[in-house]
């Protein structure tokens, strides 16, 4: 896709599935968990392809390198998803566009669902656009807030939400698409004033609401889309996915 870079979070260690081996490698029927995100990344053609690595970046990498074209952008703490987006700065500081931040462990979002939000994301003009879903147990996910016009007011992570936040069913997949110059303006006003003590990306939809601009939510239309495997249990549940989607074809 034109003007248009792809910026892929693969630096965790995935502390509920042992911690000592990087998420994204974890397996899904014999193939990693970012191999199903790639192939997605890939059928999109965007301009520039950044993964940002971390703990154990050697083996993220040295998988990596049988893909073409990938930049790798390092965060040497894990200090959150801000940060992590923030290591991109400067690779990017020549390219205009939108760029359109997944995470590693979310490996079904499907090529359709990403080009329909990259559609309506430039059709309004939007700062930064959130692709949601509506669950019917939230768990610990993130919670979109929305003001009554409908527009995204901000993202309220699990562990600082009321409990009249946590009611709400809609939630952050952890799938944002941003205007360039909007994003790397103002990531730098990104904190740590949090129950993680962590920067939070999510914390931009605040700050761009604050600065004036337009932020929206365009919601998936299948749930498994935005499966985010954090647990040996979620590692099951996407084996069974793919297990009933090829029965499917």
Known sequence: ????????????????????????????????????????????????????????????????????????????????????????????????????????????????????????????????????????????????????SGELERIVEFKDATEDERAVREINSGVIIFKKEDLFAHIDDVDTRNAQGEKYLTDMIGILKAAGRRTFVYPASEPMEVLGINSPEQLAMAENYLSERSCKK
């Open 1 to 148: 896709m034109k003007e248009l870079a792809v910026v892929i979070l693969a630096a965790g260690k995935g502390k509920r599935m042992g911690g000592e081996y990087p998420k994204v490698l974890f397996q899904i029927k014999g193939k990693p968990i970012i191999y199903y995100l790639l192939e997605t990344v890939y059928a999109l053609a965007p301009e520039r392809l950044i993964v940002v690595v971390g703990f154990m970046h050697d083996k993220v990498k040295q998988y990596l390198s049988r893909f073409h074209g990938i930049e790798f952008a390092y965060q040497d703490k894990l200090l959150g998803t801000g940060d992590a987006v923030l290591r991109t700065k400067e690779i990017l500081s020549e390219f205009n566009g939108d760029i359109l931040v997944l995470c590693g462990d979310v490996p079904f979002i499907r090529e359709k669902t990403i080009r329909e939000l990259v559609r309506f994301h430039r059709e309004n003009g939007a700062s930064a656009t959130v692709l949601s879903a509506v669950l019917p147990d939230a768990k610990e996910y993130g919670r979109i807030i929305k003001s009554p």
